[in-house]
């Protein structure tokens, strides 16, 4: 409990010290050394500055603190706490953190902490008390909490270091000193605890049930007392909560009702990514897929079929779909994750084409990142078959990572049967094979159906003709199959988050800049005004494009392409998140994680070298410190400070990334609490964030 | 690095005449000198003088100092080596005990006067004046996006250049802003290549990705060069070679040294030597534990048992401040070596030697297994 309060007093300054890279623009010259060289470069020094040399630093952070305690936040201000048992400090900010959550930062620290007191703990009551009591005080003392669309003072405040920073090239510090406060902690923060390990273990089965109790719990909780965090949910309080309190657009309405509004009648949004080793003919399978349900035209079909021959690759007609790019058609390799659309019969699928090849797995994560559901394609072919599954191939890889960015419900494609005379007993034998692989990854046998098809020929994909098929095979067509799939809840009350994964000029003569990615939770309208991290500049967004159809408004897990204002995004990169600005995500070069370690090589040491895959980036890092071996399924500290974490286990590590990016603990956001972890082109573990150092 | 005198007492006392003559020997000077030592070098002073009429001004002259070093700053990128300290010696310009900083220039000699010239100071001046260890090697790490130029010396790897922009992805329907981008990209990197890498001392320049982006951008590069008539890449293709990488970050160098394509092509360099052995280090680890130990606390006690076959040590730790600290891992390079040891003085410029230091600086790999250390908890500060 002890860092809930260090955090809040913390110096940043020192904190994040060493730090002295310019993150989020592309740099012609980067001059900057690697912080190995850092060090050195002071150790004998300590005082001495190297100005003449060095980048100085801006000294802003006196100027923050003071303007953040104005706005009465308490920040580097310890709170009086009496003295407390170790229990009862701990109920105080469980407490605490719920009354933030509700009352967002309006409310000062020892506001809270007395009316918990004097109400023995109960944070309904104390709750209660707040609103009635304090709601005209808090108002007139916190000027955050009446400001209507404006950005809050402190991002105002940040903002301008914002611009300061591009402008001067000066190295910044990132501050997120509140961002850090607001989101609270609701959860010790060493994250050893068994009850809560149990849940962050990608390998253990977390049922679909679960998640959506967890997420659905903002939602459903009976009576008058929303226990949502989302400015939405506070504003169907009857209670005196400030009404525009921390408002990202005028008239905010109903998540819920609008999502019902939007959204009944339609078929339910499916994200599908299609991985598996090279050349499996994923980009076949799912191009002769979106022929065969009209999504190309017999026109634009022939065109391909002409200019494949043309290149020799006319094998490859079925994949220009997917595979647009000249490299990827001259190459016949997809490179990078194609996004397309079609229906099923109750489902409406995106779909996300992924590479295979082993040098392009960064972009195959990026997909899978995004995924609800997967459809692992296998060769059936002799031999083939083999290849990718043995050690070396990519089935395994991507069937392992998929598991691990959180997708539970898989559909095993058994290709190319043509190849193999629509053989039963390959079929068969696949089957076995693979199923007690998927069983070890981590996949419930309910959650995995298997399908024969002929990615080439069509068949199986939307009728069963061949009647060497039909002889053995009476089950569904992929598109059944898939059809089948149970889409996952929507974090739709959570605060707004979306993950970058392209930016690109908008089309069309507008002069706007466009960001595409996946809405990972709250919903979005036009006109609302969001932040983006870590740049820390507030946009607004001029127009919501879903499946290149403009729509007012989008939800969670929707794929989206946004038109934006409001700032210079020439600097936003990769990675970046649009947020609430009431509630902006946490940034970060450092971490605490949880890691399950594949089958590696090389044993795991601290100042190992890694790139993290996070969502749409991914960045160098070091494995800065093993804090513990923990047991694989029990999550009870095996070891304490290991020399080395070896293959098949499980640990806790602190992780310096080489610049700060945007990241959340897992246990608030499931999807953005996930990463992995490779090193010399392979995967070596999977991630969660346990603590944002 | 030229060496033009050497006294060096019994003792360990004695004084030392250098001329560095390229950057690289700055680093040398740099890791030569340490607190508490005594340098005599030419320097500018600026001098006030005050006329007869009592208007003063100011004027720089040229002089010899000698000065007890306190503080010494070495900027990686422009190479330039700065100490600072008293003066020590009578001088017109400066008095005694006055501070000065003394930049150390190239082509112009300075002494070194230390109280105890040790082993590794005494190799390193060895490693210095190698004429054979000046192989200049230039590595472009690249992804999609991402672009490293660097400098690999015998004993430095700079980044003279790194590019980092966004590429706008494929898009249904429309791939023309992907493959823009992508050529502005190629066109940044080729650029830069241009402008840092001297073609006329590199003897090879390593072209390393994933995929197919080397190849691209090569041809691309190869293209542009017909295209504008240059001769610098044209008379050069030969010296290009592509190699496979995981990824355009500055540590996949190390796969990129490690690689059969450039070690055949390459004599053993400092920097290859590095990988090896740091590589051979975690092998070990993973197939015997028990014999390959990191840590100060550990390594010395496998040392008390004269368990060392390798010893490996970053160089940052001989520059510490603390004489005591330079001591100790002096005395154990000298030990380890006493017992016939092998030991490997990692460049932290390296990528391998940046991860040593990572890796607490210092590593063992010990000739029979000493299944007790690994009960033993690490030290407390190498955990920090
Ligand atoms: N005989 C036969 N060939 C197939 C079938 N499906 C795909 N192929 C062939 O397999 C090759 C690879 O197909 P792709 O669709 O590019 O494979 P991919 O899995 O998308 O490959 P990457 O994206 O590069 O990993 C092509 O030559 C296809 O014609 C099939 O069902 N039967
Ligand atoms: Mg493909």
């Known amino acids: 409990m002890a860092r809930h309060r260090n955090i809040r007093t ?12 310019v993150y989020g623009h592309s740099v012609e010259d980067d001059y900057a050394s690697s912080p190995s060289m850092q060090h050195f470069l002071y150790d004998r020094s300590q005082e001495h500055q190297m100005s003449a040399y060095m980048q100085s630093d801006i000294p802003e952070e006196d100027e923050l603190v003071s303007d953040e305690s104005k706005s009465g936040n308490d920040v580097g201000v310890p709170s009086r706490i009496p003295p407390l048992g170790e229990l009862e400090q701990a109920q105080l900010y469980s407490c605490l953190d719920l009354l933030r959550d509700r009352m967002g930062d309006a409310l000062s620290e020892q506001a809270g902490i007395d009316a918990i007191l004097a109400c023995n703990f109960d944070a309904e009551k104390a709750l209660d008390q707040l609103l009635k009591t304090s709601v005209a005080s808090t108002l007139s003392k916190s000027t955050k909490s009446i400001i209507k669309p404006k950005p809050a003072p402190s991002i105002q405040v940040e903002k301008i270091r914002g611009s300061e920073v591009r402008d001067g090239k000066t190295p910044v510090k990132v501050v997120s000193a509140k961002k850090v406060v607001a989101t609270g902690f609701s959860l010790p923060p060493t994250g050893t605890d068994a009850s809560s390990s149990a849940d962050r273990q990608p390998a253990k089965q977390e049922s679909a049930v679960e998640e959506t109790s967890r997420q659905l719990g903002c939602l459903q909780t009976p009576g008058a007392t929303p226990r949502s965090t989302s400015p939405a949910d506070r504003e169907a309080t009857p209670s005196a909560t400030p009404k525009s309190q921390s408002r990202t657009r005028e008239n905010r309405v109903d998540v819920a009702s609008e999502y019902v509004k939007e959204r009944s009648g339609t078929k339910a949004l499916l994200n599908l990514v299609v991985v598996g080793h090279v050349d499996a003919g994923k980009s076949t399978l799912m191009g002769h897929m979106l022929f065969r349900l009209g999504q190309v035209s017999s026109k634009q079909m022939h065109k391909y079929e002409q200019e494949s021959k043309k290149l020799g690759k006319q094998s490859f007609m079925y994949a220009w779909v997917l595979d ?57 072919t002799t031999g083939e078959f083999e290849t990718g599954f043995e050690s070396g191939g990519q089935t395994r890889e991507h069937a392992l990572l998929v598991r691990s960015l959180g997708v539970s419900q898989l559909g095993v494609v058994v290709n190319k049967l043509d190849m193999v005379g629509w053989s039963r007993d390959r079929f068969n034998e696949i089957v076995a094979r693979l199923g007690a692989f998927l069983k070890q990854a981590g996949y419930k046998e309910q959650d995995v159906f298997y399908v024969p098809v002929s990615g080439l020929t069509g068949e199986n994909l939307t009728a069963l003709d061949e009647p060497k098929l039909t002889e053995w095979y009476s089950g569904p067509t992929l598109l059944q199959a898939i059809d089948k799939f149970r889409p996952p809840e929507r974090p739709l009350n959570r605060p707004v988050r979306l993950v970058i994964s392209d930016i690109f000029k908008s089309v069309g003569g507008s002069s706007g800049c466009c960001l595409a990615g996946r809405l990972e939770s709250g919903m979005m309208q036009t006109g609302d005004k969001l932040l983006i991290m870590p740049l820390n500049e507030i946009i607004q967004i001029k127009n919501i494009a879903i499946n290149e159809v403009s729509k007012g408004s989008c939800f969670a897990g929707d794929q989206v392409v946004l038109t934006v204002s409001g700032a210079d995004l020439s600097d936003v990169s990769l990675g970046s998140v649009l947020c609430d600005p009431s509630q902006p995500i946490k940034v970060t070069s450092r971490i605490e994680a949880r890691i399950v370690i594949f089958n590696i090589d090389i044993p795991i040491t601290k100042g190992y070298p890694v790139v993290i895959h996070y969502q749409s980036l991914s960045e160098a890092a070091t494995i800065s410190k093993l804090i513990a071996q923990i047991h ?8 304490k400070r290991p020399r080395c974490l070896t293959k098949q286990t499980s640990g806790l590590v602190e992780i310096e990334i080489s610049r700060p990016i945007c990241m959340e603990l897992y246990k608030d956001y499931r999807e953005l609490g996930r990463f992995m972890i490779r090193a010399n082109g392979t995967t070596i573990a999977a991630g969660l964030v346990t603590g944002i150092l | 690095m030229k060496l033009v005198s050497r006294y060096i007492e019994r003792d360990g006392t004695g004084r030392v005449a250098l001329i560095p003559e390229n950057p690289e020997d700055m680093w040398h000077a740099y890791n030569l000198i340490s607190h508490g030592d005594t340098i005599r070098a030419s320097t500018i002073r600026k ?17 010899m100092l000698t000065v007890e070093v306190e503080t010494i700053d070495f900027d990686t990128q422009a190479c330039v080596l700065r100490l600072k300290g008293r003066n020590v010696e009578e001088n017109p310009y400066v008095k005694m005990g006055a501070y000065h900083t003394v930049d150390i220039e190239p082509n112009r000699k ?18 210095a004046c190698d004429p054979s260890q000046n192989a200049d090697v230039a590595a472009v790490i690249m992804h999609e996006g991402l672009a490293n130029v660097c400098l690999v010396t015998g004993a430095m790897t700079l980044v003279r250049a790194k590019i980092d922009v966004t590429i706008p992805r494929k898009r249904k329907g429309s791939t023309s802003q992907h493959e823009k981008g992508l050529q502005k990209f190629y066109d940044t990197v080729l650029q830069a290549i241009l402008r840092h890498v001297n073609f006329e001392v590199t003897r090879c320049i390593l072209l390393a990705s994933p995929g197919f982006v080397k190849d691209h951008f090569f041809e691309y590069m190869m293209q542009w060069a017909s295209k504008n008539d240059n001769r610098v890449l044209i008379d050069n293709k030969s010296k290009f070679l592509l190699i496979h990488a995981s990824s355009g970050f500055k540590h996949s160098l190390k796969e990129v040294l490690a690689d059969p394509a450039v070690t055949s092509r390459m004599a053993d360099t400092k920097a290859m030597a590095e990988v090896k052995a740091l590589e051979n280090f975690y092998a070990v680890l993973q197939t015997e534990p028990s014999r390959a130990f990191y840590g100060l606390k550990h390594v010395l006690k496998a040392n008390e048992g004269q368990a060392i076959d390798t010893l ?17 891992y002096v005395k154990l390079v000298e030990s380890v070596r006493d017992n016939g040891g092998t030991t490997r003085i990692f460049s932290s410029l390296h990528v391998s030697g940046e991860q040593l230091t990572q890796l607490t600086g210092v590593a063992a790999v010990l000739r029979f297994p000493m299944p007790e250390l690994e009960e033993e908890p690490l030290d407390s500060d190498e955990d920090s």
């Not at chain 1, 058609?329 to 397309?340: C, K, L, N, Y």
């Not at chain 1, 694989?632 to 070891?639: A, H």
């Open chain 1, 10 to 21: 913390m110096n940043y300054d020192e904190e994040y010290d060493g730090y002295d890279d």
């Open chain 1, 324 to 380: 647009e790019t000249g490299e990827e058609r001259s190459r016949g390799i997809t490179m990078d994750v194609a996004q397309s659309q079609f229906e099923t019969e109750t489902k409406s699928i995106t779909l996300l084409d992924a590479p295979g090849h082993r040098d392009f797995i960064p972009n195959m994560i990026f997909g899978a990142a995004q995924a609800d559901v997967a459809l692992l394609v296998v060769d059936a």
């Open chain 1, 632 to 639: 694989k399924s029990t999550g009870e500290v095996v070891r």
């Open chain 2, 47 to 63: 001098v006030q003088t005050e006329s007869a009429t009592g208007s003063s001004s100011s004027s720089r002259v040229r002089t």
């Open chain 2, 110 to 127: 300075f002494s070194l006067t230390k109280a105890c010239w040790d082993i590794v100071a005494l190799e390193r001046i060895d490693m």
């Open chain 2, 312 to 328: 490996l040590v970053s160089d940052n730790l001989f520059r510490s401040q603390s004489v005591e600290e330079r001591k100790t």
